[in-house]
């Protein structure tokens, strides 16, 4: 199964700006699926934004116009570009690379992203 490592999360002003990274281990990153979803205090984890092996993006009502899916897979890497970020995206951000478990895909431990004054 793929490891996946997140990075980039923090605390960040309204308005203010982050990108998070996931980096995958491992071949056949190119071929597969990848996502950022999130997951807010005593909500369900939603997506927040996809991108197909062939580069189509897909995003939340809530994320577009604001974020930015992107991958490098000379690097096994897909980025979360996030601006004009609001108080109500704070969550634990997971990203996912080949859709659920039970298809072999895989799941990040998560990065924190607080939006606050």
């Known amino acids: 199964q793929v490891q996946l490592m997140e990075s980039g999360g923090g605390l960040v002003q309204p308005g203010g700006s982050l990108r998070l990274s996931c980096t995958a281990s491992?071949?056949?990153?190119?071929?597969?699926?990848a996502g950022w979803y999130r997951q807010a205090p005593g909500k369900e984890r939603e997506l927040v934004a996809s991108?197909?092996?062939?580069?189509?993006?897909n995003y939340a009502n809530s994320a577009k116009g604001r974020f930015t899916i992107s991958r490098d897979n000379a690097k096994n890497t897909v980025h979360l570009q996030m601006n004009s970020l609001k108080p109500e995206d704070t969550a634990v951000y997971y990203c996912?690379?080949?859709?659920?478990?039970?298809?072999?895909?895989?799941w990040g431990q998560g990065t924190q992203v607080t939006v606050s004054s």
């Open positions: 991108i197909t092996a062939g580069g189509s993006t």
């Open positions: 996912n690379v080949g859709g659920p478990p039970t298809l072999g895909g895989s």
């Open positions: 491992g071949s056949f990153f190119s071929s597969k699926f």
